[in-house]
């Protein structure tokens, strides 16, 4: 007997919260016009994120009697997120669907060492299926941890919209997008364009869209720092803006500490542009050294350093690697995405 599917998204709403795990809901709601998604979570304020959750429990139900509801696809992390969502696995349970947690983020492994690591593990073993984003993440969750039920899927980006011709300059154009918090190695990479900020003045031009955290320390240190002249902070960039950034810059860097597989290396790549990031979670999965990018060491400002060099003495570099990079990119356009989904459905029922 041929079994149907209807499937509710839960996460946070895409349209009021910002990075990767909103970008990803919003393609896969387009993805399934029938598909239903319940925001759990939205907006700056406590009251508001608390409206969110209440609302949320109420409707899955509701959902499940009147929409016929028999798959929850449920988009979280670690930390708050994780818990936040488990109130949503229990009651999936309690209401007989099937239930996909699907895994975003870097810091996985770090919340489940040094948090309850019994209850993590047991909330883990309710869902059907646990999805990650890379074969390192698969790695942890089955041998580490003993979860059978893990597949990886790939992350989701929308096609780039793409000039015909790269904005060119003497200067290579270097993009930061992501939150600003210390931990995206951001204060690490501007720290080292102020230790060499009269080279890098005349050589490089680095543009920062983000915001969230720690974003006035960032605007003080540039300010008290003077480096208005080598590095540009832009704020949140979406649309347009954020188009025109991708478009124009050269090189995609991403210092961070902790990822999976970062939406917004997927989307510098996706633009032809060459990444310099760190070696962590799912980034050497899709960043292959000196072949799209430079892989480098969390906290390794020598590293950051020479690497930001080597485009520079290498200009040409940047855009070889863009084009590899494009390669790279294409198993993760929503065409192939929804393959994969329709299949993972499927064997869940």
């Given amino acids: 007997m041929k079994m149907s599917y209807n499937i509710c998204f839960l996460g946070p709403d895409y349209k009021s919260s910002k990075g990767g795990i909103s970008s990803v809901i919003k393609i896969y709601t387009s993805l399934y016009s029938s598909s239903l998604f319940i925001p759990t979570t939205g907006g700056d304020s406590i ?4 409206f969110y959750f209440v609302k949320a429990i109420i409707l899955l139900p509701l959902y499940v009697l009147f929409k016929g509801v028999n798959i929850i696809h449920i988009h979280g992390a670690s930390n708050i997120s994780f818990y936040r969502k488990t109130i949503f ?13 699907h895994i975003h983020g870097g810091g996985f492994k ?4 040094n948090g309850n690591s019994k209850f993590i593990h047991y909330v883990l073993k309710k869902c059907h299926l646990i999805i990650v984003l890379s074969d390192q993440w698969l790695q942890f969750f089955k041998e580490d941890l003993g979860i059978k039920n893990v597949k990886v899927l790939n992350n989701v980006i929308d096609y780039p919209d793409v000039k015909k011709e790269k904005t060119t300059s003497d ?15 951001i204060f690490d990479l501007i720290e080292v364009i102020n230790e060499n900020k009269n080279f890098y003045t005349e050589n490089i031009r680095l543009h920062i869209g983000g915001g969230m955290f720690q974003t006035e320390a960032l605007k003080i240190y540039l300010k008290e720092n003077k480096l208005m002249n080598v590095i540009k902070f832009h704020g949140w960039v979406t649309g347009n ?17 902790k990822e999976g597989v970062p939406i917004s290396i997927l989307e510098a790549m996706s633009y032809g542009l060459g990444v310099i990031s760190t070696n962590v979670g799912g980034v050497p999965s899709i960043v292959l050294d000196y072949k799209n990018g430079i892989l480098i060491e969390p906290g390794n400002k020598k590293m950051i350093k020479k690497s930001i060099d080597f485009f520079i003495e290498n200009p040409k570099k940047a855009r070889e690697y863009g084009v590899y990079g494009r390669k790279v990119v294409e198993g993760y356009y929503p065409g192939n995405i929804k ?11």
Avoid: A
């Fill in 47 to 50: 009251y508001n994120k608390l």
């Fill in 89 to 101: 696995i229990f009651l999936g349970k309690i209401l007989g669907l099937r239930i996909i947690f």
């Fill in 110 to 113: 770090e919340f489940y060492n």
């Fill in 241 to 257: 803006e954020k188009n025109e950034l991708l478009n124009s810059s050269d090189v995609f860097i991403l210092p961070s500490y």
């Fill in 171 to 185: 200067k290579i154009q270097f993009l930061f997008l992501g939150h600003i918090y210390r931990e995206k190695g």
């Fill in 339 to 349: 393959k994969e989904l329709k299949r993972i459905y499927k064997e869940i029922l």
